[in-house]
């Protein structure tokens, strides 16, 4: 019984924790870099699906615009006042929803889009974060294009290529 005593005296005074060690710099700073690497990595990624984000954004908004042109050309049977010196027309009071998009695609990308219209034909194009362009015109496309094409080409305005 003596000698187990003796053994439980011994297993009870020795401290199984020095309490007088910390961290040594060298684990700090590699804790630190470790942290910092997935920070970056994270904010890379982040980064890339908010400018996707904002991408779509841009699309949404011009595929809007094919709705106030229909109700334009019913309206005033011409596609003319949808645009302004190359740009859309804000001005129009009857829909205001132009100056609305007009200003969060400026606020995207820094450009108003591009705008050409005449009587029976229109086109509106966006450039985009990632590339390419985000184009719709009076034939019913909206989609990607991977040029500037909303321009006045043998005399029709469309996002063909």
Known sequence: MKFFREKLKVLIDYPLIKKDEGFTLIEVLVVVTIIAVLSAITLISVGHYQDKADDVVIGVDLSQIRKITAMLYTDE????????EETLNDDLIEYPQLKIIENKIEEIIGADPDCFSVKRE???QS???LGDYFCVDSTGFAGEISGEYCADKDGERNCSQ
């Open 77 to 84: 049977h011409s596609y003319e006042n949808i645009c302004f």
């Open 122 to 124: 229109y086109c509106v």
């Open 127 to 129: 450039e985009l974060i």
